[in-house]
T-cell receptor
Framework: GQSLEQPSEVTAVEGAIVQINCTYQ??????LSWYQQHDGGAPTFLSY????GLEETGRFSSFLSRSDSYGYLLLQELQMKDSASYFC?????????????FGAGTRLAVHP | DGGITQSPKYLFRKEGQNVTLSCEQN?????MYWYRQDPGQGLRLIYY???????QKGDIAEGYSVSREKKESFPLTVTSAQKNPTAFYLC?????????????FGSGTRLTVV
């Protein structure tokens, strides 16, 4: 089977740093992606990790450890507009096709 | 500007009816996907297609059907066999098979059974 685990909710204040963890179990693992979704909107792509290590994109960074089946999204200098749901998603190759399997999402609330 | 267009934005269906959700992309992407999202939950894969005239069942394909006659279009039909169709439906596409550039999503169709 396959599974992704991430916390359901996280709360932080403006200007702070928050880390959202994701652990996964799946066959055919190819990489880990992160998406942001505001209420009622479409998910938007934030980052991709195919190899172990840290990827940095502005205020957001994402990390992957393939040996630990673990990754995280790090959000720095939090702003009110960062309040949204964040999904980790495993890219899985199976039968010659690639699929993106999403976790249940972490709802981030940023307070003044 | 390139993107994915889903229509309609809101759709109401009577019990026992089939409805078709439209998804069109002008990104020249080969792969297209349909996801379903229920309130407070993640996205679940319904169907996906890597090339024209080929598609595969995802994790929750029962009660749904798709076609891929053109590269740009990937319509989803919600049939009367789908027991709980009320949900937010999202169409996505990706530039390459490895998904290195991430999925691009449409703005979604919110389907309600009345």
């Amino acid at each position: 089977g396959q599974s992704l685990e991430q916390p359901s909710e996280v709360t932080a204040v403006e200007g702070a740093i928050v880390q959202i963890n994701c652990t996964y179990q799946t066959s055919g693992f190819y990489g880990l992606s992160w998406y942001q979704q505001h209420d009622g909107g479409a998910p938007t792509f934030l980052s991709y990790n195919g190899l172990d290590g840290l990827e940095e994109t502005g205020r957001f960074s994402s990390f992957l450890s393939r040996s630990d089946s673990y990754g995280y999204l790090l959000l720095q200098e939090l702003q009110m507009k960062d309040s949204a749901s964040y999904f980790c998603a495993v890219i899985r190759f199976s039968g010659g096709y690639n699929k993106l399997i999403f976790g249940a999402g972490t709802r981030l609330a940023v307070h003044p | 500007d390139g993107g994915i267009t889903q229509s309609p934005k809101y759709l109401f269906r009577k019990e026992g009816q089939n409805v078709t959700l439209s998804c069109e992309q002008n990104l020249n992407h080969d792969a297209m996907y349909w996801y379903r999202q229920d309130p407070g939950q993640g996205l679940r894969l319904i169907y996906y297609s890597q090339i024209v005239n080929d598609f595969q069942k995802g994790d929750i394909a029962e009660g749904y059907s798709v076609s891929r006659e053109k590269k740009e279009s990937f319509p989803l039909t919600v049939t009367s066999a789908q027991k709980n169709p009320t949900a937010f439906y999202l169409c996505a596409s990706t530039k390459d098979r490895a998904n290195l550039y991430g999925y691009t999503f449409g703005s979604g169709t919110r389907l309600t059974v009345v």
